[in-house]
């Protein structure tokens, strides 16, 4: 990262990527996001999909709230998040059955859970016996770059599990996700998927905080897969391609960062997730109004 | 803080406005829970909360930009929330939980890249990680007071246009249509609000942090929405609230060691909890006379 191996790289970008690739910390980086980011983009599909996001939204300040719950109670931070997140999933998923809640109550509700985050990260870094003044900003905002090698095993192995079961249920789901009448008299059982899948959305918002962060992760569930939504409309490439913008998102953020030190890697990544968007956005409206009009009619 | 109560009231009470930052923050914390709570009153009406949400998210690159740029925070909180609240006009309609799946994808796409905007201004001006967290969460100290008289002018216009709009905004959110009929300039009497609520995220946002900022917009608004619906006591209802949430969460913070953000979102929280559960328990019981059975249906509805 010195200034003399900048200017070899402009010279061979052949050297200075197996420059990068000789720190362990980019390859663990690239390896664990990865693996997080074809989960975000399979699960983040169904997410827009379903018009869930704020879901996702609330599911990143549960997992706030459950790492400092953990950190506060002497835990890895990972644990509470992973449970705060799932439980959180599996309630939100079995009352969204009866429409009981609008948007007030559900904002003032996880406006709350996160004030008791707040509250956890007072009590941890007042009574905490280690002292880890960083933990604030990496739940946030995402630590890609801290990752040890067994943590990235640990996220890989979690990513894998997840990503078999999202493409386990995708069927269904998405015929659910489509007419959830008829597929509901088809004897698919809509709502315990819907449970179910909120849950994998929780696993996945506690894998996905720990490369963006909690606050950032929901924008990589969206962006991608509303970016693919956009590029194609068969469901299916769609899906892979929401995993591919993601993956591609992770990958471009950690060049980015690892070039110009000064930019944040979650940044990075956040900056690249959104451009794609737009790109996606633009070259549809490009097209809709290149077509005849009676094609943009369609849209 | 964590200065520890004595049990002489009056004595605490002495105590804690004997340091002038705390009298700063209940000076910022009233202005700020009036103009929050009548603004909050017309946007829980109009069902725009995630609106609210999403501009208050937006101050905080502006604040840390602000920050960054070593300008006074209240500069880039106002500057983007405001900017954020004409962008929205600008757009097509239905910004809310109601909008379309592609929609809260875009919604939810720019929130996060506004917080990653602002978290790399924070990392840009190096050594601020800790006042992230007051300007995510929001904090006591360090209320200045050109900081509250910044508040009180951007109050004051804001609530006399509020009146000056009042009557013809009420009627806009019940019911568009008609209003249009009737000659009221809905589209612009939309836009106008807009730009009142970017003036009240800003001001919230300086008191509970760009991420609380439910706990005084929306909160003490729907609390009053669940009590009565009568416009006037609403939204004097409402005022009270965010009155109390805001001086007993302020007085919180500055006895224990635990910050605003978590005291005003328990306290705003446990209101609206409560209101919900005696007007569940009032619907049960039967329509009590005074409440007429839509009063808390605008803010509930879908459309």
Redesign the interface.
């Known amino acids: 990262m010195s200034l003399q191996s900048e200017r070899f790289a402009v010279a061979n970008p052949i050297s200075a990527l197996a420059d990068m690739l000789a720190h362990p910390f980019i390859v663990h980086a690239l390896l664990a996001g990865t693996a997080i980011a074809i989960v975000c983009g399979l699960v983040g599909y169904f997410v ?4 869930q ?2 879901a ?2 609330a599911l990143g300040h549960v997992a706030y709230t459950g790492a400092f719950a953990a950190l506060a109670l002497g835990l890895d931070l990972r644990i509470g998040m992973f449970a705060a997140t799932v439980g959180a999933g599996l309630i939100l998923g079995l009352l969204g059955g009866r429409s009981i809640a ?8 996880f ?2 859970v ?3 985050g ?2 956890f ?3 941890y870094t ?1 009574h905490g016996s280690t002292s880890n ?2 933990a ?2 990496n739940v ?2 995402g630590s890609i770059f801290g990752i040890s090698t067994s943590d990235m095993w640990a996220a890989v192995a979690v990513a894998a599990v997840l990503a078999v079961a999202m493409l386990t249920i995708a069927r269904p789901l998405l015929f659910a996700s489509i007419d959830s009448a008829v597929a509901g008299a088809a004897g698919v059982p809509v709502r315990a998927l819907g449970a179910l899948f909120l849950a994998l959305v929780g696993a996945t918002a506690a894998e996905a905080s720990q490369i963006v962060g909690a ?9 991608p ?2 970016a693919a ?1 956009r590029f194609t409309p068969d469901p299916w490439r769609a899906l892979w391609l929401a995993a591919l913008l993601a993956t591609a998102s992770v990958w471009a953020g950690i060049v980015i960062s690892y070039v110009a030190p ?3 890697v ?2 990075a990544i ?2 690249v ?2 451009a794609l ?1 737009a790109v996606s956005f633009l070259r549809h409206t490009w097209a809709r109004s290149a077509a005849s009009p009676a094609h943009g009619a369609v849209m | 803080m964590g200065y520890g109560l004595s049990w002489d009231l009056a004595y605490d009470v002495q105590l804690m406005f004997s340091y002038p930052f705390m009298v700063n923050a209940f000076r910022a914390g009233t202005i700020v829970a009036v103009i929050a709570a009548t603004i909050g009153w017309f946007m ?1 009406l109009r ?1 725009q ?2 609106a609210g ?1 999403t501009l208050a998210v937006v101050g905080f690159p502006g604040a840390a930009a602000a920050t960054w740029l070593g300008v006074a925070t209240g500069y880039g909180y106002f500057g983007f929330c405001v900017a954020g609240a004409l962008v929205i006009a600008a757009l097509p309609q239905h910004t ?3 909008a ?3 929609q ?10 506004a ?3 602002g ?2 201004f924070v ?2 001006y190096k050594g601020f ?2 006042g ?2 007051n300007l ?2 929001g904090t006591i100290v360090g209320v200045t007071n050109t900081q509250v008289l910044v508040l009180l002018a951007s109050a004051v216009p804001c609530l006399g246009v509020l009146i000056a709009i009042g009557r013809p905004l009420l009627f806009a959110s019940i019911d568009p249509d008609l209003a249009r009929a009737r000659g009221v300039p809905v589209r612009a009497v939309g836009a106008l609000f807009l730009v009142l609520l970017g003036v009240a995220a800003a001001g919230t946002s300086q008191v509970t942090g760009s ?5 005084l917009l ?2 003490p608004a ?1 609390t009053a929405h669940k009590l009565t619906s009568r416009p006037s006591v609403g939204i004097a209802a409402a005022i009270v609230l965010a009155l109390l949430a805001t001086w007993i969460g302020e007085t919180l913070a500055f006895f224990t ?3 605003i ?6 306290v ?2 446990a209101g ?1 909890l409560s209101a ?1 559960i005696w007007r569940a328990l009032a619907d049960r019981v039967g329509r009590s006379p005074r409440v007429s059975a839509p009063a808390a249906a605008p ?4 459309s």
């Open positions: 827009v999909l379903r018009g996001v704020f996702g939204d609008d948007d007030v109550t559900i904002g003032t509700v406006s709350w996160l004030g008791l707040v509250f990260l007072a009590y007042t003044g960083a604030n900003v946030l905002f606050l950032l992760l929901f924008g990589l569930l969206a962006a897969a509303a939504r000064a930019l944040p979650s940044f956040m900056t997730a959104a968007y | 829980v069902a909360s995630f949400h809310g939980r109601n379309s799946a592609e809260s994808a875009v919604i939810g796409t720019v929130q996060a890249f917080l990653a905007c978290y790399l990392s840009l990680l800790s992230m967290t995510l969460f991420l609380l900022v439910f706990a929306v909160a729907a060691v635990y910050p953000g978590f005291w005003v979102t328990t705003s929280f609206y919900s803010a509930g509805a879908r």
